[in-house]
C-alpha cells in the first residue's frame, strides 16, 4: 500500500459538505479546474493532527446521481474515475439531519451503485431542537454502511469519522457500477427510492426525551397523511416570508433593498477609494522626487506603483459588495431575491440566479463572472457572462465623473449628481435592450442549448455568520487581485512604455522656467513624440467622425488597462501641471483644447456626451476579456463580446453625436 | 385533480403523479416531490411566478412551467 487513498467528499448543497472539507483540510486547499472543463474542484491532504494519510477531493453540490449540469456531470463522474487522481477508494456522503429523507437518495443512489459509502449526518442540532434525533446506530444497520453524526461547528464527532474512514479505508476495494446511472434516471426508480426511504426514516428518527409531551406533540402533529416524521417548515421563516415575499410588498422590499445596496457600495466605498488614490499617488511623487528625473524613476513611479494603485482602488467596492452580498446570502434572502426577479429576467433570457452576478457588475464584472457559477443551465450562465460587462462597474466612475464635470455649469453643481444616476439609469435600460436583443439571436450567438428552469430551495433565515461573511468576501478579493491583478498591472507597463519610448524630447529653450515647468513641458513632449501618440494619429481617422482627435484615441486605448486610466492619460496628454488638482485643471484645460486641423473647440457638449455613451458600452477591460475566456472555456464569446460591444458603442457614439449637432447642440 | 400550478394561496394538495413529458420532471421528484406527499402553495409573487411550495419541511420555489407537471388532488 504505496499508494496515497483516494476519499470523494460529495452531498447536496447546504448539507455541510464544504465545512467537512474545511475541517479536513485547515483551509489549506488548491481549487484547479477539472481536466477537460471549466468546472472547478478542490483537493487537499488531510491535517497532520489526524494521523490520516489520504487525498480528500470535494466537488460541486449534487441531490442525486443523475446530473443537470457541468458541474453536477463532474460531481458524478469524479466518484467513479478522476484524470489525475484515479479511482476513489471511499466516498463520504454528507445529509443533513433536519432534512435527512430528501438528502438520503443520493446516499442510496451511491449504495445501490456498488460504492464504498460512509454516510456523514450534519446539522444535528437543527433536529435536537426539535427534541427529536436519528438512531444512527439503526440506521448504519438497515443501510449497510458506516454513519457518523458530525457537529461542523463545535468539531464534534469529527474524531469518531476519521476513526470509522481508516476502518473504511482498510476494507477490500469495490468495483461500482457505472450503467446503474441509466436506471437511476427512472421515475419508478426514483418514486420506489424515497417511499424506501420514506420507511427508514420513520424507523431511525426518535424523540430524544420519550417522557416529554411536547416530543409526542411533534411527533403526532408531522405529516398526518403519512406517518413520515418530517417536520413542518420553520415557523418564524413562514411569517417572515409573509411580510417580504408578499405579493405586493414583497417586490417592493425587494426593489429598495437592492436600490439601498447599490447606493450603498459607492456611498460606503468612496472615503476608502480616495484613500487608496491618495496614498498611490503619494506614494508615486515621493518616489520620484527620490529617485530623480530617469527613466527607472518613471518607471517605477508611474508604471508600477500607479498600475498597483489602478489594481487597489477597486478593493473597497469588491468588499463592501461581497460583505453585504455574504450577509444577504447567510440570512437566506438571496434566494428569494432570485425568486422574486426570476419572472421579468426570464422574459431576456436570463434566470433569477442571473441577478447577483449582474449586481456585482456594477462593482467589477470580474467577480461578477466568477459567481456566474450558481447558474446550472448553460445557455443562461454564458447569457448572462456576455452582458454583464455592460453593467457599469466602478471604474467608468471616474469618466463619468470628468465628462459630467466637464459638461456642468460651474453654478449648477447639483445637477452632477441628478446626471450621474440618469446615465446609471440609461446604462440599466440600455442593457436590457442589449440583452434582449441577443437572447434573440442566442441560437447562433451562444451555441447552448438546453432547457431553461428554476428550482430553488428557500433556506430557513437564520442570522449571518459573521466570520463565515467576513471569510467569503476575504477570499472573494484575494480572488480578484490575484486573477485581475496581474493583467492590470501588466497592461499599465505596457501602456506606460508606449507613452514613454522611445523617450523622445526635443531641445526646448529652458530660460525663464522653473525646474517644475521643466519637467512638466518634457513629460508632455515625451508624450507627444511617444508610440501611443503614433498610434493616437494611425487610429486617427477612426476618431474623425466623432468629432474627436488622436489625443482621445490614446486615452481610449490606454483605457484598456483599466477604464479609469483614460483620465490620467488625459491629464498627461493635455500637459496637466496642477498636481493639487487635477480634475479642475484638466477641465480647464479640456475647454480650451482645439482640434488641430480644423481649429474647432474639441470637447463640446455632443462630443462628451458621445464619449460617456462609448463608455456605457465598449468592452475596454482586458481582464475581463480573460476571465470570460476561461469561464467560458474558449475565446468565442470574449472575442463577440469585444466586437459587439465596441462596435455597438462605435456606432452609437457616432449617432448621438452627430443627432445632437444635427439639432445644434454642439 | 389539479396541477400543482392551479392551487390558491394558502390551498394543500396531495401529490397523485409527475407528468414525464415535463423535462424537468425528474429534478422535481428528486428534490423530493413524490405521489403522496403534501404539498402546500405558500406565495405567489407579484408576477405569479415562481412559486413558493411547501415540501417535507422545506420551502421550494419552482416556475409555474415546471410546477405544472405535479398533479395534485
Redesign the interface.
Known amino acids: 500500500m504505496s499508494e496515497i487513498p483516494l476519499i470523494n467528499l460529495v452531498g447536496p448543497p447546504n448539507s455541510g459538505k464544504t465545512t467537512l472539507f474545511n475541517i479536513f483540510s485547515g483551509k489549506h486547499f488548491k481549487t484547479v479546474n477539472y481536466p477537460g472543463s471549466t468546472v472547478e474542484y478542490s483537493s487537499s491532504d488531510f491535517l497532520d493532527k489526524f494521523n490520516l494519510k489520504a487525498k480528500i477531493f470535494d466537488s460541486p453540490g449534487i441531490?442525486?446521481l443523475?446530473a443537470?449540469s457541468p458541474d453536477e456531470e463532474v460531481a458524478v463522474e469524479s466518484l467513479f474515475y478522476q484524470p489525475n487522481n484515479g479511482i476513489p477508494d471511499l466516498i463520504l456522503v454528507t445529509a443533513d439531519s433536519?432534512?435527512i429523507?430528501?438528502h438520503l437518495?443520493l446516499t442510496q443512489q451511491l449504495i445501490d451503485a456498488g460504492f464504498k459509502v460512509i454516510l456523514v449526518l450534519t446539522m444535528n442540532d437543527i433536529l435536537n431542537r426539535k427534541n427529536l434525533r436519528v438512531n444512527s446506530g439503526l440506521l448504519s444497520e438497515i443501510l449497510g454502511i458506516a454513519v457518523v453524526k458530525v457537529n461542523g461547528r463545535t468539531e464534534e464527532g469529527i474524531e469518531d469519522l476519521i476513526t470509522t474512514i481508516k476502518d473504511n479505508l482498510k476494507k477490500p476495494k469495490r468495483n461500482p457500477d457505472h450503467s446503474s446511472l441509466a436506471k437511476f434516471?427512472k421515475?419508478e426508480y426514483?418514486?420506489d427510492t424515497?417511499?424506501k426511504i420514506e420507511k427508514i426514516v420513520s424507523k431511525v428518527i426518535e424523540p430524544i426525551n420519550p417522557d416529554i409531551q411536547n416530543a409526542n406533540n411533534q411527533l403526532s402533529i408531522l405529516?398526518p397523511?403519512?406517518k413520515e416524521p418530517?417536520?413542518?417548515?420553520d415557523a418564524l421563516?413562514?411569517k417572515i416570508?409573509k411580510i417580504l415575499?408578499h405579493?405586493?410588498f414583497?417586490?417592493i422590499i425587494f426593489l429598495l433593498m437592492m436600490g439601498a445596496i447599490f447606493t450603498s457600495i459607492f456611498w460606503l466605498a468612496a472615503p476608502l477609494m480616495d484613500l487608496v488614490d491618495t496614498l498611490f499617488s503619494s506614494l508615486a511623487s515621493y518616489s520620484s522626487e527620490l529617485l530623480g528625473n530617469n527613466w527607472y524613476s518613471d518607471l517605477i513611479s508611474d508604471g508600477i506603483i500607479s498600475g498597483t494603485g489602478a489594481v487597489l482602488i477597486f478593493l473597497p467596492q469588491i468588499l463592501i459588495l461581497f460583505l453585504i452580498l455574504g450577509l444577504l446570502e447567510d440570512t437566506g434572502y438571496l434566494?428569494r431575491g432570485a425568486?422574486?426577479i426570476?419572472?421579468?429576467l426570464?422574459k431576456i433570457g436570463l434566470n433569477?440566479k442571473s441577478f447577483v452576478p449582474m449586481l456585482s457588475g456594477f462593482a467589477c464584472a470580474i467577480p461578477a463572472i466568477l459567481s456566474t457559477r450558481t447558474i446550472s443551465n448553460r445557455r443562461e450562465r454564458l447569457l448572462t457572462i456576455f452582458i454583464i460587462p455592460l453593467m457599469s462597474c466602478s471604474a467608468r466612475l471616474p469618466v463619468y465623473v470628468l465628462l459630467i464635470a466637464y459638461l456642468m455649469p460651474p453654478d449648477k453643481p447639483w445637477l452632477g449628481g441628478f446626471l450621474l444616476s440618469f446615465v446609471y439609469l440609461v446604462s440599466i435600460i440600455l442593457s436590457i435592450i442589449v440583452a434582449y436583443v441577443i437572447n434573440k439571436f442566442n441560437k447562433s450567438l451562444i451555441k447552448a442549448q438546453d432547457?431553461s428552469?428554476?428550482?430553488?430551495?428557500?433556506p430557513t433565515y437564520k442570522l449571518p455568520k459573521l466570520k463565515v461573511v467576513l471569510r467569503n468576501s476575504y477570499e472573494n478579493s484575494k480572488e480578484y487581485i490575484l486573477r485581475a491583478g496581474p493583467i492590470i498591472l501588466i497592461l499599465s507597463l505596457i501602456i506606460w512604455s508606449l507613452t514613454y519610448l522611445p523617450n523622445n524630447v526635443p531641445e526646448f529653450d529652458k530660460t525663464g522656467l522653473t525646474e517644475e515647468e521643466v519637467l512638466q513641458i518634457e513629460k508632455s513632449e515625451r508624450i507627444s513624440n511617444s508610440y501611443a501618440a503614433k498610434i493616437g494619429t494611425f487610429i486617427e481617422p477612426i476618431m474623425q467622425p466623432l468629432g474627436l482627435d488622436w489625443r482621445v484615441g490614446v486615452s481610449l486605448i490606454a483605457a484598456f488597462a483599466a477604464r479609469e486610466v483614460f483620465v490620467s492619460s488625459m491629464a498627461l496628454i493635455f500637459k496637466v501641471t496642477d498636481e493639487e488638482n487635477i480634475q479642475s485643471s484638466l477641465i480647464s484645460a479640456m475647454r480650451n483644447a482645439k482640434i488641430e486641423s480644423t481649429g474647432e473647440p474639441l470637447f463640446t457638449i455632443s462630443t462628451s456626451i458621445g464619449l460617456i455613451f462609448f463608455f456605457i458600452f465598449a468592452l475596454q477591460c482586458i481582464s475581463t476579456l480573460a476571465v470570460s475566456r476561461k469561464e467560458t472555456g474558449s475565446w468565442r464569446i470574449p472575442l463577440l463580446q469585444l466586437i459587439i460591444f465596441t462596435s455597438t458603442a462605435y456606432i452609437f457614439t457616432f449617432f448621438i453625436i452627430n443627432i445632437l449637432k444635427s439639432f445644434g447642440i454642439n | 385533480m389539479k396541477k400543482a400550478s392551479e392551487l390558491n394561496?394558502g390551498e394543500k394538495g396531495?401529490i397523485k403523479d409527475?407528468n414525464?413529458l415535463n423535462?424537468?420532471?425528474?429534478?422535481?421528484?428528486?428534490?423530493?416531490f413524490?405521489?403522496?406527499?403534501?404539498i402546500e402553495l405558500?406565495?405567489?409573487?407579484?408576477?405569479n411566478?415562481?412559486l413558493?411550495f411547501?415540501l417535507?419541511?422545506?420551502?421550494?420555489?419552482?416556475?409555474k412551467i415546471?410546477a405544472d407537471c405535479i398533479i395534485v388532488n
Open positions: 441531490i442525486s443523475n443537470n433536519s432534512q429523507t430528501r437518495l434516471r421515475k426514483i418514486i424515497f417511499e405529516n397523511t403519512l418530517s417536520q413542518q417548515p421563516t413562514l416570508d415575499l405579493k405586493y414583497g417586490f434566494a425568486m422574486l426570476d419572472k421579468p426570464s433569477g432547457d428552469s428554476f428550482i430553488l430551495e428557500l | 394561496f396531495i409527475i414525464t423535462p424537468s420532471h425528474r429534478r422535481i421528484i428528486e428534490i423530493g413524490t405521489p403522496g406527499q403534501e405558500v406565495n405567489t409573487s407579484l408576477f411566478d415562481p413558493t411547501s417535507r419541511g422545506t420551502l421550494i420555489a419552482l416556475r415546471q
